[in-house]
């Protein structure tokens, strides 16, 4: 595993639905876990969603991986996850915290949780939904949360404190493991750390920076100046 992997004290778990790139990822051992939804799939051009889905634990079979419900009703839901879980692996099944009514799925996370199934409970982005998912889960379920600290971030507030106070409300639950959604850059893989939160996602492009952690300030300023230097000789740019 690359140095600056191993060394980050939280679990990278790769966000998209790039089945090569997932492939890449597992085989270089660059990160703990994939997580995948249907607009990732769509974007990747996925067409046959439960074809994808087979054919990536099939190369992964041990790391967890997140797949999707995505009906809007909860009895159609329950049968997505039932399925999705006959399909093996380390697979959890991801449902959105509501539907598209803004009615509450917790009922049918406490009734999934409780047969042993594992979840990701997906589309989080307030502490009262963490507090209700947390009450819902089985004592020894296993279980991810997902709250999505860069949306949070979109709207001007600070999910720093947000997750760490989220951490805490999962303390009673020992297979639950917080994950810190959609990060909009390295820091948030430091900050993600410190609040304790157990996992965070990323696209390949951040995986790609980990190793700009640490890096000397003033020789990536110097590579900066360069990169200007060189893109103008290259353009052939001229001012006199």
Not at 24 to 51: C, H, I, Q, W
Not at 108 to 131: F, M, P
Request: glycine share 6%; with cysteine; net charge negative.
């Amino acid at each position: 595993m690359d140095v600056e992997v191993r060394e980050l004290g939280i679990k990278l778990f790769m966000d998209g639905a790039d089945i090569e790139a997932m492939k890449s990822a597992y085989e270089r051992k660059l990160v703990s876990g994939f997580t995948t939804n249907p607009t990732l799939m769509r974007k990747a051009g996925v067409s046959d969603y439960a074809a994808f889905a087979k054919a990536a634990i099939a190369a992964i079979p041990d790391l967890p991986i997140s797949f999707e419900v995505f009906s809007d009703t909860f009895d159609a839901m329950e049968n997505e996850a039932r399925e999705i879980a006959s399909w093996g692996g380390n697979t959890y099944i991801k449902v959105p915290i509501t539907n598209t009514k803004g009615d509450s799925a917790v009922p049918l996370i406490r009734r999934l949780s409780a047969e042993g199934l594992s979840l990701n409970v997906t589309a989080i982005l307030a502490e009262q939904q963490v507090k209700e998912v947390a009450e819902a889960l089985a004592p020894n379920a296993r279980a991810i949360v997902s709250v999505f600290a860069g949306r949070v971030a979109d709207t001007g507030v600070d999910p720093v404190p947000l997750m760490t106070r989220c951490v805490a409300l999962l303390k009673s639950k020992p297979q639950a493991e917080l994950l810190w959604a959609s990060p909009r850059e390295l820091l948030n893989v430091i900050q993600a750390q410190e609040t304790g939160c157990h996992i965070i996602t990323a696209t390949p492009d951040l995986i790609k920076k980990l190793p700009l952690i640490g890096k000397d300030l003033h020789e990536y300023s110097l590579e900066t100046v360069k990169m200007f230097y060189t893109d103008a000789e290259s353009a052939g740019y001229k001012i006199t």
